[in-house]
């Protein structure tokens, strides 16, 4: 399989603090659901930016091998005052890679009239429109960075349907979070970060058969806990 990002011996320091410690990862072209998994301050997030180009001061070799990456942050990055309409025209704007259609599509199978305001959507609704409009981008890799954290067990079933149903077909989806529970069947591959070092990197449906995924993170977690 092709590779759709190559990291090589990733650094990456902020003042003193070292909060990606010479990581290597790929991540190949094979239409898989990853789990990024890793406790609150891991380094999950950084790792996340300096993959999509956010973080650019970093030691180590990081290729995207010419792979454009649809990137969900993991703070709202639309303005309160404008309409769902307003959205689509702004991102058509923004991406080359945009799809109006389906974005459109999404927001009208989630019930959200094009008449919405950002500010009056509710935490659940805000969260399925900037999925919705990252999920409109027609590319191979797509990363999520929390997407499920700080909503409801019922906004986020539906914003796990909808990167299953709406990304563009046999497209990569990295997703990070630090929720496992009940997630184990949504993910193909699972990596966890602890520290800002790669600790895992294995296949869900062998770690399945080993126990499950939830006590393999924290195991893989705990092990490189002692070790330090």
Not at 4 to 32: C, K, N, P, W, Y
Not at 142 to 169: K, M, S
Request: proline share 3%; aromatic share 6%; net charge negative.
């Amino acid at each position: 399989m092709p590779d759709l990002l190559t990291i090589q011996g990733l650094t990456v320091r902020f003042g003193r603090q070292t909060a990606v410690d010479d990581l290597s990862l790929t991540i190949e072209d094979r239409g898989h659901v990853i789990g990024l998994f890793g406790q609150n301050g891991a380094g999950k997030s950084t790792l996340i930016r300096s993959m999509c180009g956010v973080i650019n001061r970093y030691r180590g070799v990081l290729s995207r091998h010419g792979n454009s990456i649809a990137y969900l942050p993991d703070a709202p990055f639309l303005y309160g005052h404008l309409r769902l309409d307003q959205c689509v025209a702004l991102a058509r704007q923004l991406w080359s890679d945009f799809d109006a259609d389906v974005a459109r599509r999404i927001f009208a199978e989630l019930g959200l009239p094009d008449d919405l305001r950002v500010s009056q959507a509710s935490k659940g609704m805000s969260e399925q429109i900037h999925l919705g409009l990252v999920l409109s981008r027609r590319c191979h890799l797509y990363v999520f960075d929390e997407p499920l954290a700080a909503v409801d067990p019922w906004t986020r079933d539906r914003l796990v349907q909808l990167i299953g149903e709406h990304r563009l077909p046999g497209s990569t989806a990295l997703i990070s979070t630090h929720l496992v529970a009940g997630l184990e069947d949504l993910f193909d591959e699972a990596i966890v970060v602890h520290d800002g070092a790669l600790v895992l990197h294995e296949d869900v449906h062998a770690i399945a058969a080993r126990g499950g995924l939830e006590a393999r993170v924290k195991e893989v977690i705990s092990a490189d806990a002692l070790a330090r």
